[in-house]
C-alpha cells in the first residue's frame, strides 16, 4: 500500500461536524404516530430502517429529549406514515415540540387505531418490542402488523438540512 493514498480523516467528532458529515446520507422521512388515550401523538423521524422481513421488524430512534417517544412506547402501537413529495410543510410541523401537531391534519385510524396521516405514501402498522439505550437516542425496535402503500407517489428527501424529490434514472 502507498501511504501517500491514505485518506487522512477529520478527527473532529463534535455534534456539528457529525451533523455536517451525515447530512451527505439522503434519506425519506416519516412521521411516526399513536393515539394516546384518544390524542393523537407523533414526531419526525428519519431515523427508520427495514430490519427483518420475517419476522417483519422496523426500527427507529428517538432521541432522549423526545416528548412524543415516552408515549408512543406506553401505547405500544403505532403507525409508521412515510412521507409523499409534497408533505414537507407536515414534516416541519412534526418536529416541532410542544405543539398542537394535528391541526389541520386530516388523518384516519388505521387497524392498530394509530393515525394515518392522509397523503402519505405508506402506513406500516407495528408494536413496539423492545428498546436499546444508544448514546443521546433510543434504538427502538417494532414488529410490523399492517402495510399499505400508494406506489404512484413520489417520495420526500431529506438531505443536507433542505427537502428534495427523486428522479430516477
Ligand atoms: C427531517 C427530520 C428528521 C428527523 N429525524 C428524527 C429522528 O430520527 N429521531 C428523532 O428523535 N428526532 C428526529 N427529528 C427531530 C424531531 O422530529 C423533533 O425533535 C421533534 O420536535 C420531536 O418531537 P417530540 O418532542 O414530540 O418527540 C427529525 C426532524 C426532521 C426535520
Known amino acids: 500500500m502507498n501511504t501517500d493514498d491514505v485518506l487522512l480523516l477529520d478527527e473532529d467528532l463534535s ?3 457529525l451533523r455536517r458529515v451525515w447530512g451527505s446520507f439522503a434519506t425519506g422521512v416519516a412521521v411516526v404516530t399513536a393515539l394516546d388515550d384518544g390524542e393523537p401523538i407523533g ?47 407536515l ?7 410542544g405543539t398542537d401537531k394535528f391541526l389541520d391534519v386530516e388523518w384516519a385510524p388505521t387497524g392498530n387505531g394509530s393515525p394515518a396521516v392522509r397523503g402519505a405514501m405508506a402506513h406500516i402498522d407495528a408494536t413496539v418490542v423492545g428498546e436499546y439505550d444508544a448514546g443521546d437516542h433510543t434504538i427502538a425496535l417494532a414488529r410490523v402488523t399492517g402495510v399499505t402503500s400508494d ?5 420526500l428527501l431529506f438531505f443536507r438540512g433542505t ?5 430516477g434514472r
Open 43 to 89: 414526531f419526525t423521524c428519519q431515523s427508520l430502517v427495514s430490519v427483518s422481513l420475517d419476522p417483519p421488524l422496523l426500527s427507529f430512534c428517538p432521541a432522549r429529549t423526545s416528548t412524543s417517544w415516552p408515549r408512543l412506547r406506553t401505547v405500544g402501537a403505532l403507525c409508521v406514515n412515510i412521507l409523499a413529495h409534497d408533505q414537507h410543510d
Open 151 to 155: 406506489e404512484d407517489q413520489p417520495p
Open 15 to 17: 455534534a456539528p461536524n
Open 91 to 97: 414534516c416541519r410541523a412534526f418536529a416541532r415540540t
Open 163 to 167: 427537502f428534495g424529490g427523486f428522479s
